[in-house]
C-alpha cells in the first residue's frame, strides 16, 4: 500500500501513483493507494506510524507531513524523525506563485507594492499548512516587510478551484496543477521560486529576479516507511524507484509536471528531513509562521 497524503489529483498524489505502478511492475505485488487527506498531511502521517514496519506500507508526499508537520503542528501525533524509516526523496520542483484573472498584481513588485497599500488585505493559498507554499509566502513577506497571509487548502485541486473562480488572488503550490491554466491565460504565473526560471515557465521570472535578492526555495517530494523498516527492505524498494526514476518515461513525465527527479540514499533524505525542520523553526520563533 502507498499511503497518499494528499487528495487525489495534486502533484503529491500523482507522484504518489507513479511509484505504486513502478513498485507493483517491479516486484508484481500490487501497491494500491490510500489516500489519507486532512491536516496537512498529518492524518497520512499517523496511518504511517501506526503501520506494521514489514514493507507492505509507505507514504509518498511533500516535506510537509514528513518534516514541517514536527514544528507547525502543536499537536501532532508522531514525531517525522522518530517514527519514519526515510526511503528516498523522489522529486523536486520549485514553487510557483500564481494570480487569478482578476488579482491586483501582476509581479511580485507589485504584490508588495499592493501589500504596503493595503495592510493585511493580500492572501496566498497554500495547499495545507507546512507546505512548502506556506513557507515560501511567509519568507517573502519577511524579506520585503509586509504581511501576507496564509491561507490553507485541503490540498492544490481546491486551491487551483479557488483561484479560477477568482475566490482568492493569489495561490503558492507546485506547478504541475497550473501550467496548463497559465498556457490557456485562464490565471497569470508571477513567479516562481527556484534562483532560475525553469524551461516549462520560461517567460515567468524568478521572485529573486524581481527584486528579493537572494530568495530561494525548493520543494520535495519524498517516501518513507514506518519506524523500524528492515535495512534490506528499504533498500528494496529504493532500488525499484531509482531503476523507475532513471527510465526516458519516468523523466519526461517529471518534466511535464515541472518536476525533477531526484533520488537520494535514506541518509541524504534524513539529512534533507532535518535541515527542513530547522530552517522552519526560526520562522514559527519569529511569529511569522504560526502553529495550528
Not at 10 to 24: C, K, Q, W, Y
Not at 31 to 41: L, M
Not at 75 to 82: F, G, K, R
Request: hydrophobic share 45%; charged share 15%.
Amino acid at each position: 500500500m502507498v499511503i497518499s497524503a494528499y487528495p487525489p489529483g495534486g502533484t503529491s498524489d500523482i507522484i504518489a501513483r507513479l511509484v505504486a505502478d513502478a513498485l507493483t511492475a517491479k516486484y508484481g505485488q500490487q501497491f494500491v493507494i490510500e489516500n489519507h487527506a486532512g491536516a496537512a498531511g498529518a492524518l497520512a502521517g499517523g496511518r504511517l506510524a501506526r503501520a506494521a514496519a514489514d514493507g507492505y506500507t509507505i507514504m509518498i508526499s511533500g516535506s510537509a507531513p514528513i518534516a514541517a508537520n514536527k514544528v507547525v503542528q502543536k499537536n501532532l501525533a508522531y514525531d517525522p524523525q522518530v517514527d519514519f524509516t526515510p526511503i528516498s526523496i523522489v522529486a523536486e520542483s520549485p514553487a510557483l506563485l500564481s494570480a487569478s484573472a482578476s488579482a491586483p498584481a501582476k509581479s511580485v513588485q507589485e504584490l508588495i507594492a499592493y501589500a504596503r497599500a493595503n495592510p493585511g488585505k493580500v492572501n496566498i493559498g497554500n495547499p495545507g499548512a507546512g507546505t512548502k507554499g506556506h513557507i515560501a509566502a511567509a519568507i517573502i513577506g519577511q524579506m520585503a516587510g509586509v504581511q501576507i497571509n496564509h491561507i490553507p487548502y485541503k490540498g492544490s485541486p481546491p486551491l487551483l478551484a479557488d483561484l479560477l473562480g477568482g475566490h482568492i488572488h493569489f495561490a503558492l503550490d507546485a506547478p504541475s496543477n497550473y501550467l496548463p491554466h497559465i498556457r490557456e491565460a485562464k490565471i497569470r504565473g508571477l513567479a516562481v521560486t527556484s534562483a532560475k526560471r525553469i524551461p516549462e515557465l520560461p517567460e515567468v521570472q524568478s521572485v529573486a529576479e524581481q527584486g528579493l535578492n537572494g530568495y530561494e526555495q525548493t520543494l520535495w517530494f519524498g517516501a518513507v516507511g514506518p519506524k523500524g523498516l528492515p535495512k534490506e527492505i528499504v533498500a528494496k524498494i529504493h532500488t525499484a524507484i531509482k531503476e523507475w526514476s532513471d527510465t526516458p518515461a519516468a523523466q519526461k513525465k517529471f518534466a511535464s509536471l515541472g518536476l525533477t527527479p531526484v533520488v537520494n540514499s535514506p541518509d541524504e533524505m534524513a539529512s534533507s528531513i532535518e535541515r527542513e525542520i530547522r530552517s522552519i523553526e526560526p520562522l514559527v520563533k519569529a511569529g511569522l509562521v504560526e502553529p495550528t
